[in-house]
């Protein structure tokens, strides 16, 4: 009997990869950080399995359609806007995300992200390394308390709720927006539901949580900005697409806002002319949430775990 046949679209560790290899022919890209040609994903879809995938490889309906064999796509993420759900249930193909295990170093590195912009830590590490440190002086590169100033955290899923846990800990008022208000949430955290216009208008630090949809895209727009304090920090860790960049970049340019700190962008990755890069109260990052060594290896696992339950016939931990 044939073997399945299972992609993977990054050189991984071999080694996490052992019961797969146990009863699959297992193929790696052999580049960790270049993505997979879209001609070689296409080509290897036709045979596979199963799929591998991260956030920059596209499993479109052009992709399943010509993938007669597929079972099973594990995406290295939770998010899953590269792929097309609607077609992948169509051809029977179960797709599954990794929800949860990247939680907490994800809140760790939303944290730390807004205390980067607000602290202007980026701007310090690049004064002393140019050699600009001649003296000290009252308010050289003073920034801004985050300790009891107030957090609205837009998108209060899982990681919403665990940067709000950290918040909870600096003292700050925690204000959230959902589409669905969740009062044990706010029991549970001591934080106050906000229409999204009020969260703006009220927040110092203005935290986007919120997967991308048709209702969230460019969510953050001119308006939304126009309305923030002109002291307040708006942080990204979310989607790109949830804001609309050149209204950011203009709020910038009209100092509307006190500076940002963004994890993701629009079109990635981002080259070093991009213009929100000119601006020093940007702290800029590509796209690391979640990775610690320790949760992207998990990630990986969990991966490699709904493939070997797909190929086995049980059912997948994390089905989308």
Same mark, same amino acid.
Not at 39 to 63: G, H
Not at 233 to 250: C, P, S, T, Y
């Given at each position: ?64 359609? #010509? ?35 990247? +939680? ?12 980067? +912009? ?12 140019? *050699? ?10 003073? /920034? ?7 957090? /609205?955290?837009? *998108?209060? /899923? ?50 986007? &949580? +919120? ?8 969510? !953050? ?11 307040? !920090?708006?942080?990204?860790? /979310?989607? *790109? ?39 020093? #109260? ?28 797909? &190929? #086995? ?8």
């Amino acid at each position: 009997m044939k073997r399945p046949y299972v992609f993977i679209t990054r050189k991984l560790k071999e080694e996490v990869f052992t019961p797969l290899m146990e009863i699959a022919d297992v193929k790696m890209w052999d580049s960790e950080s270049e993505p997979v040609p879209r001609e070689m994903l296409m080509k290897e879809a036709k045979k596979a399995t199963a799929l591998l995938t991260m956030l920059s490889d596209k499993v479109d309906e052009e992709l399943l359609e #010509q993938a007669p064999n597929l079972k099973v796509v594990a995406n290295l993420a939770v998010g899953y806007d590269n792929i097309d759900i609607q077609a992948a249930t169509k051809k029977g193909v179960t797709v599954c995300n990794t929800p949860d295990v990247l +939680t907490e170093t994800t809140a760790d590195l939303t944290f730390a992200l807004m205390l980067a +912009t607000a602290r202007r830590i980026t701007e310090a590490q690049e004064f002393v390394k140019e *050699g600009h440190w001649k003296s000290w002086s009252p308010f050289l590169l003073a /920034g801004a308390d985050v300790h009891q100033k107030t957090i /609205g955290i837009v *998108g209060m /899923g899982k990681i919403g709720q665990a940067v709000a846990r950290r918040a909870s800990g600096f003292g700050m008022e925690i204000l959230y927006h959902n589409r669905n208000r969740d009062m044990e949430t706010e029991q549970e955290l001591g934080a106050a539901y906000r229409s999204f216009e009020q969260l703006l208008e009220e927040s110092d630090y203005v935290v986007c &949580l +919120t997967p991308l949809t048709v209702d969230t895209r460019h969510l !953050f727009n001119h308006d939304a900005f126009t309305r923030m304090k002109n002291s307040a !920090f708006f942080i990204n860790v /979310g989607r *790109g697409q949830v804001v609309d960049e050149e209204a950011l970049i203009a709020a910038l340019n009209h100092n509307e806002i006190a500076g940002a700190g963004l994890d993701v962008f629009y079109e990635e990755p981002i080259g070093s002319d991009h213009p929100l890069l000119r601006f020093p #109260q940007v702290v800029a990052i590509p796209h690391i949430g979640s990775a610690s060594v320790e949760t992207r290896t998990t990630m990986i696992k969990l991966c490699r775990d709904n493939i070997v339950a797909v &190929l #086995q016939g049980n059912q997948v931990k994390t089905k989308v």
